[in-house]
C-alpha cells in the first residue's frame, strides 16, 4: 500500500533532541491522524485533522506537536522526547467517517 | 471511557484449522467496527461492519456485527501460516463534532503452524 507514505521509517533520537515525523497520503482523503503503537499496548489515537478541525487526546504530552499545513500533509514535531516515547507512531487517512487507511509507520527510538 | 476487549489474547492453531476471534465494545455514539490485520508493519484493513446481522466475506474471512450484544467476530476457514498476524478491533464512535475516532483493542495474535 502506497496510498500513505511515512518518513523517516526509522528515527534514534536523544532527549535533548528536535525531530519532525512527516505523513504524506495521495488517496485524496480529508481526515489524517496520527497514532502511537507502544509494545503490548493497544493503538492510541493522538490527534485528528479533518476539514481543518483538530482533535486532540488530552493525555499526549506537549513535547509532541502536531501540524497539517494541507489535507495531503501531516506532521508531527517532537522535542524534548522521554524513553518511554519509544514506539511505532503510525499515521492513517480517510474520508471523514470513512475507513481509515495506515502508512508504515516510523519507529522512533528515544535514548 | 470507550473500551474494547478482543479474546482470546493468542491462539495457536494448525493449518486448516477454523478459528474464531471476538470483540466486545462499548463506545459513544457507535457508528462502526473495523477489523484490520498487522503483520511486522502498519495494520491493513479488513473490514468496516455497519449493520447488524449482515455477515461480510472476503475469501476464507468472514465477520458479523451484533450491535445489540456490542459485539463482533471474525472467522478465518481453512487457515494458512500467512493468516500469522495480530488482528485488530477498532470500533469507531463519535463523542462530538463532526469527527468520529477509533478506539483499538490490543488485539488477538494468531500464530498457525504448518
Known amino acids: 500500500e502506497t496510498g500513505v507514505t511515512q518518513t523517516p521509517r526509522h528515527l534514534v533520537m536523544g532527549m535533548t533532541n528536535k525531530k519532525s515525523l512527516k505523513c504524506e497520503q495521495h488517496l485524496g482523503h480529508n481526515a489524517m491522524y496520527w497514532y502511537k503503537q507502544s509494545a503490548k499496548k493497544p493503538l492510541e489515537l493522538m490527534f485528528v485533522?479533518?476539514?481543518?478541525?483538530?482533535?486532540e487526546n488530552n493525555s499526549v504530552p506537549s513535547r509532541f506537536s502536531p501540524e497539517c499545513p494541507n489535507s495531503s500533509h501531516l506532521f508531527l514535531h517532537l522535542h524534548t522526547l522521554q524513553p518511554e516515547d519509544s514506539a511505532l507512531y503510525l499515521c492513517a487517512s480517510s474520508h471523514q467517517r470513512g475507513t481509515q487507511y495506515f502508512g508504515p509507520g516510523t519507529r522512533l527510538l528515544v535514548l | 471511557e470507550d473500551k474494547v476487549v478482543q479474546s482470546p489474547l493468542s491462539l495457536v492453531v494448525h493449518e486448516g484449522d477454523t478459528v474464531t476471534l471476538n470483540c466486545s465494545y462499548e463506545v459513544t455514539n457507535f457508528r462502526s467496527l473495523l477489523w484490520y490485520k498487522q503483520e511486522k508493519k502498519a495494520p491493513t484493513f479488513l473490514f468496516m461492519l455497519t449493520s447488524s446481522g449482515i455477515e461480510k466475506k472476503s475469501g476464507r474471512l468472514s465477520s458479523i456485527l451484533d450491535k445489540k450484544e456490542l459485539f463482533s467476530i471474525l472467522n478465518i476457514t481453512a487457515t494458512q501460516t500467512g493468516d500469522s498476524a495480530v488482528y485488530l478491533c477498532a470500533p469507531a464512535g463519535n463523542s462530538g463534532g463532526s469527527n468520529y475516532k477509533l478506539t483499538f483493542g490490543k488485539g488477538t495474535l494468531l500464530t498457525v503452524n504448518p
Open positions: 485533522y479533518s476539514l481543518e478541525e483538530r482533535v
